[in-house]
């Protein structure tokens, strides 16, 4: 039997990216997303399961559970938020939305999965997924690096509670060429420059992050966990010249 892999935000850029390598390995897949038609677009080709749900309604995670079936190989939290904003502008509705989304969902997708996981033949794997943001700081991210440095914490404290059955780890991400960061590089201008502060200059795919996202979820990388990973063009830990 093929081993089964639970991807929220299995409609977005890096987890669609995802879903696709995860079934192209040949494993099955059940996708977690907001629009059901974006979903059956990912998942129909893919022959893929999915659950239509919002990650701030506190019901989702029990129904996940539920569809996804008893047993799981992996789960891969691709769900994010990118509020850019004035520390000023900040409210605590912006707070908390991005804590939701971003921290506390990736905490209540795992726990409702855990025992899925739990009875993974070969042990199970999670993914989650913080920010360049949660390690260097930059103008306008106070609330969404805030929310990433807690999903790094999180990464850490399941990978140390988790083992050794379950293995834990977090990429980090700099800015990607997806959907959800699509107002960003609206501009061409804005997005050559961003791509400039990268040691290897250009914007991130949504397949960079997906390439490692699979080998992280798969038995190739058992003896990995408790890992923040940088996928990131050398941004968070290099200078360019100049």
Do not use: C
């Not at 696709?20 to 907001?34: F, I, S």
């Not at 590089?185 to 490692?212: C, F, K, T």
């Amino acid at each position: 039997m093929a081993d089964t892999f639970l991807i929220y935000g299995g409609a977005g850029g890096i987890g669609s990216a995802l879903a696709k390598r995860l079934a192209n390995a040949g494993h099955a897949l059940h996708l977690v997303g907001r629009r059901e038609d974006a979903l059956r677009a990912v998942a129909g080709p893919l022959g893929a399961g999915f659950t239509v749900g919002d990650v701030t309604d506190p019901e989702l995670f029990a129904r996940v559970a539920t569809d996804a079936g008893p047993t799981l190989a992996g789960i891969a939290y691709a769900v994010g938020t990118i509020q850019l904003r004035g520390f000023a502008r900040l409210t605590a509705a912006d707070y908390r939305r991005d804590f939701e989304v971003n921290a506390l969902g990736a905490a209540l997708a795992v726990q409702a999965a855990l025992p899925a996981l739990k009875r993974a033949e070969h042990g199970g794997a999670v993914l989650l997924f913080s920010s360049i943001a949660a390690q260097q700081g930059f103008t306008f991210h106070a609330s969404i690096g805030m929310a990433k440095a807690a999903v790094a914490g999180l990464t850490l404290s399941l990978a140390a509670e988790l083992a050794p059955h379950i293995r834990v780890n977090a990429i980090a991400p700099s800015l990607t060429r997806t959907p959800l960061a699509a107002g960003l590089l609206a501009n061409d201008a804005s997005a050559s420059a961003i791509a400039a502060l990268h040691p290897l200059p250009r914007l991130g795919e949504a397949d960079d992050i997906a390439a490692l996202a699979a080998f992280l979820l798969s038995r190739d990388a058992g003896w990995i966990t408790g890992q923040i990973v940088g996928v990131d063009g050398g941004r968070s830990s290099l200078r360019v010249k100049g």
